[in-house]
C-alpha cells in the first residue's frame, strides 16, 4: 500500500522517473489526463506514449480519475500522469472546494490500495504570480490539490534536472 507523489518544474523529468520506477514491471497501467487541444498537445502525448512501456495498459482519462484508479486496482502499479492537466480540465467545470474534496478522495482512497500508486504533478509555485485572475486560481488550486495529496502519500519526491529529492519517506 503505497501513494508517492512526484513534483517537479516543466520537464523536469516527473514522468521519465516514474517510467524508470516501473519499467521492469509487468502490471502497470498509466492513467493519462493530457488533451490533445492543439497540434503541440498532439506531439507531445504522441512522445509520451512512445516513451512507455508497450506491455503497459493506458487509460486516457482527463476527468474521472478517481473511477480510472478504482478500475484499475487489480495491477501492481499505477501511474497518474498527470494532476497538473487533471486540475486544468476541472479548473471551470468546478469549484475549488469541489476540486479540493475530490483530491482528498482520490489521494485517500490510492493510498489504501494494495499496489502502488504513483501520481505526478508540477510544482507551481515557485515561479512568478500570474498576470490574471485565472492563471492564479490555477495556480492556487494546483498548490492545494498537491498539498492534499502530499499530506495522504506515503513518500514524496522533488525532481530537479532529473535528479530525485526525496521530501518524504514514511517507510524509513
Known amino acids: 500500500m503505497s501513494l508517492t ?6 520537464r523536469s523529468g516527473k514522468s521519465k522517473f516514474a517510467q524508470k520506477l516501473c519499467e521492469n514491471k509487468e502490471a502497470v497501467v498509466l492513467i ?3 488533451l490533445p487541444l492543439d497540434d503541440e498537445m498532439e506531439e507531445r502525448i504522441k512522445r509520451h506514449r512512445a516513451e512507455r512501456s508497450s506491455h503497459w ?9 478517481f473511477n480510472a484508479i478504482r478500475n484499475s486496482s487489480y495491477e501492481d502499479y499505477i501511474i ?21 474534496r475530490i483530491a482528498e478522495e482520490i489521494s485517500a482512497y490510492s493510498r489504501g490500495l494494495k499496489g502502488e500508486v504513483i501520481v505526478i504533478s508540477n510544482e507551481v509555485g515557485l515561479g512568478i504570480v500570474p498576470e ?4 492564479r486560481r490555477y495556480r492556487d488550486l494546483l498548490g492545494r490539490v498537491n498539498q492534499i495529496f502530499a499530506g495522504n502519500a506515503n513518500k514524496v ?8 529529492m526525496e521530501v518524504k519517506n514514511e517507510s524509513k
Open 80 to 100: 497518474v500522469d498527470c494532476l497538473t492537466m487533471w486540475v486544468s480540465n476541472l479548473l471551470e467545470k468546478y469549484t475549488d472546494e469541489e476540486v479540493a
Open 32 to 34: 493519462a489526463t493530457a
Open 132 to 135: 490574471y485572475p485565472l492563471g
Open 5 to 10: 507523489l512526484i513534483l517537479g518544474g516543466a
Open 57 to 65: 495498459k493506458t487509460v486516457e482519462e482527463p476527468e474521472d480519475i
Open 157 to 164: 519526491l522533488f525532481m530537479i534536472a532529473g535528479i530525485p
